[in-house]
């Protein structure tokens, strides 16, 4: 179906950073599947494990125990705050499963009939129809109305703004339950949270027995340069949500929550591919290979290279670049206000062979494998200049 707006080239080969088209032309993918190819295309670790993975089993559904599974929960729990993970295949199933939450947990802890989720504008959630209703971009929701109800939208990394709408939730009409928010806000426009804001938001939500759920399906495992994004806050939320980079490439999505948010018993829900022995065993070799290859740091070292190069770009083209934002390697190199878009900049890159995706109008996102290497930073920084360049 007529979905996508896609670029007129198809790839047939990755390794690492690069990509090679039909036509043998190689490609600096800054990319990276959207920020889910963490270990690079094509893994040495990744291919090993998932060839013996299809050699022995790759789905048997949840009505049996699932090793894999159970290992990829271990580990997630042991890294993390919290204790307790179910399997999705998606970020948008991942923040499904997150908002069913909220709302049991509104109804037998909070005794809420109209249990209302409160959610940040400019946020991103998904596309299935409660994770687009609990988007706070009217552009996703037009034409698909009646949304799901029991959202409110707060302006993210606002105070005031947040404790407004929190106490305009007129009682009659429902009870704030929990809230659902990005650690940064990634296709939104790459905006980093701010830690006293989310220092306040756990304040409330914990005065007021909501859950504070985090959306970690972009800034999770390792990006941020540090493993969780939560860790860059120093927020502890009740719940967060992953998919993207979780399994290097291979679908796979989690909500993990801390025992006194564990709300779900059998039956309540479900999935029949989620947690799945062969997306189980990708998630555990991008652990494994996270933790044996310190990659995390890496990122964070990358990052901070990133980012200082990103700034001279800036530095020298005042007109056109007004600055960066972001955390490891989750960079924005934001445009100033005028003719030249993002969207325009991807498509002049991809002449240069370098792969950049949008994040809104006006902020050009780059979001490499976490295993980038300082030179092919480096390349990568002189493609999009040469593209800048060329625009104009
Ligand atoms: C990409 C994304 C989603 C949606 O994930 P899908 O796997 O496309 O359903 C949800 N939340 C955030 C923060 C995302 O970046």
């Given at each position: 179906m007529d979905t996508y707006s896609r670029f007129p080239v198809a790839?047939?080969?990755?390794?690492?950073?690069?990509?090679?088209?039909?036509?043998?032309?190689?490609?600096l993918d800054a990319v990276a599947g959207i920020a889910t190819c963490t270990l690079g295309h094509s893994a040495p670790a990744l291919r090993r494990a998932l060839g013996r993975q299809l050699q022995a089993v790759q789905h048997v559904s949840n009505l049996y125990r699932i090793p894999e599974q159970e290992a990829l929960a271990a580990w997630i729990c042991?890294?993390?705050?919290?204790?307790?993970?179910f399997f999705a295949n998606s970020g948008a199933e991942a923040n499904e499963a997150a908002i069913k939450l909220a709302r049991k947990h509104g109804h037998e802890r909070l005794g809420a009939d109209r249990p209302v989720i409160l959610t940040a504008r400019a946020s991103f959630h998904g596309r299935t129809l409660?994770?687009?209703?609990?988007?706070?971009?009217?552009?996703?929701?037009?034409?698909?109305?009646?949304?799901?109800?029991?959202?409110?939208?707060?302006?993210y990394n606002d105070i005031a703004g947040f404790d407004a709408v929190l106490d305009a939730v007129d009682p009659?009409?429902?009870?704030?339950?929990?809230?659902?928010?990005?650690?940064?806000?990634?296709?939104?426009?790459?905006?980093?949270?701010?830690?006293?804001?989310?220092?306040?938001?756990?304040?409330?939500?914990?005065?007021?027995?909501?859950?504070?759920?985090?959306?970690?399906?972009?800034?999770?495992?390792?990006?941020?340069?540090?493993?969780?994004?939560y860790q860059k806050?120093?927020?502890?939320?009740?719940?967060?949500?992953l998919a993207k980079g979780l399994g290097g490439g291979i679908p796979i999505g989690?909500?993990?929550?801390?025992?006194?948010?564990?709300?779900f018993v059998p039956g309540d829900h479900a999935s029949t591919f989620g947690g799945n022995p062969l997306a189980c065993r990708a998630g555990l070799t991008v652990a494994g290979e996270l933790m044996r290859r310190d990659l995390v740091a890496h990122c964070e070292s990358m990052g901070v290279l990133l980012r200082e190069q990103l700034d001279q770009l800036v530095q020298r083209h005042p007109s056109r670049l007004a600055g960066t934002r972001g955390w490891g390697l989750l960079q924005g190199l934001v445009l100033q206000p005028g003719e030249l878009k993002a969207p325009a900049i991807a498509a002049r890159a991809l002449e240069e062979r370098l792969l950049v995706v949008p994040a809104g109008p006006d902020v050009v996102r780059l979001v490499p494998p976490l295993t980038i290497g300082p030179r092919e930073l480096q390349e990568l920084v002189r493609r999009l200049e040469r593209a800048i360049i060329a625009l104009g």
């Open positions: 790839f047939r080969r990755g390794r690492g950073v690069w990509l090679w088209d039909e036509r043998g032309r190689r490609y042991e890294h993390s705050c919290f204790d307790r993970v409660a994770a687009v209703s609990a988007t706070g971009q009217p552009r996703y929701h037009r034409g698909f109305e009646p949304l799901v109800s029991g959202f409110r939208f707060f302006p009659d009409a429902g009870t704030p339950v929990a809230v659902l928010v990005e650690p940064l806000q990634g296709e939104g426009g790459v905006h980093p949270g701010d830690p006293a804001f989310f220092a306040h938001l756990r304040r409330r939500c914990t005065e007021r027995g909501l859950l504070l759920i985090f959306d970690e399906v972009q800034i999770g495992m390792g990006r941020s340069g540090a493993l969780w994004g806050l120093g927020v502890e939320p009740d719940a967060f949500t989690a909500l993990a929550v801390k025992r006194h948010a564990d709300h």
